[in-house]
């Protein structure tokens, strides 16, 4: 199949300018005016290429060729439009733009191929605060009512948000994914992390996805004079935070050279120049590439805080917030994309475990799963100077498409 590369340079291109902060990196808040000029783009490249749109009652958009018999099992491919704040041009964008190109191609050959690509709705969590909702919202593992209490910046909840683009409380049960209409999930996607980069290679296997916890961990000391509390007399809650997490930082590298663990927000009160803190919250985000793993790092995390708090007179309350296992991806669809790989002369596709969530760790219970990893400059991600090669995208696009070719319901 003739991938055009300058096709999909020119849809990343088109993207990039769908943001609400113009020249400082993509920002397209799921369901904003934004990321709706983004989907309609890859929606009406779909439809010129023959395709009809649908979208389900989780807000997911689907691009379907015309010509499949509508019951007929298909390939599912595609990623997410939404970014996070400030974000890069690359992330989510490529899985999407590759699964179309995918469809473009086929239709400039007059063939029909059975694939149907998929823009997921609001896979980063920053728009409602929690990940991957749209894909959640599909399988059935968050219900109505659970995706009814997340609010976006206007205080719409996310059936609010989503009605003006198809999204309805109402046909979720109805609508939910059914596995025996997909033959398997390809999910292609920039690394977010350096590996490839560094070593020269452009693309990636991902047989799995990382397990995560997320924490919010409160301390709770007493606000005092700073001048005139000894150091001996302190309950000094900002203290003991910076020790947990001087802790954090040290634990994961003891568990293993795949887990990680950040500390990303904090907040103190009184916040005050003159006055000892009294409480401070933070959060930890962990992950590692298996559950064994995640779950000795979660026993040491807990006991670092709790003994920092102990040192200092500190109250000390660590609530879990998300809970995700490590996914294993399907190792037949693994060796499918393995025999593609030779077919187009690579002899040794390098293999990888994601450290970050996507879609497919949502999607891998369902039906068979699997991603492609693209190479990412220097590993940088969630930021304006995030940068993959359009050679490298484009060779992705190639081994999607030629993992899937050859299945009975193509049609020329």
Known sequence: MAVNAERLAADIARIARCTRSPGAGASRPTFSPA??????????????????SSTDAAGNIHLRPAALDPAAPVWLAGSHLDSVPHGGDFDGVVGVVAALECLRAAHDEGRTIPLETII????????FGLGMLGSRGWVGTLDAAALAGLRNADMENYWEAGARHG??????????LDPARYLGFLEAHIEQGPGLWAAEEPLALVTGIAGRRQYAVTLTGVANHAGSTSMQDRRDALAGAAEAISAVESIAGQVGPRVVATVGRLTVQPCAVNVIPAVVTFTIDLRAPSDAEVSRADGLIRAAVMAAAARRRLEAEIEETERLPAVALDAALAERVREAAARQGIAALPETVSGALHDAAILAPFVPTVMLFVASRDGISHNPREFSRTADIAAATRLLAETIRGTPAETH
């Open 35 to 52: 990321w709706r000029e983004a989907c309609d783009h890859v929606v009406a490249e779909a439809i010129a290429a023959g395709c009809r």
């Open 120 to 127: 997921f709705a609001e896979e980063e969590g920053t728009t």
């Open 167 to 176: 999204a309805m409380a109402t046909r979720l049960v109805a609508e939910r």
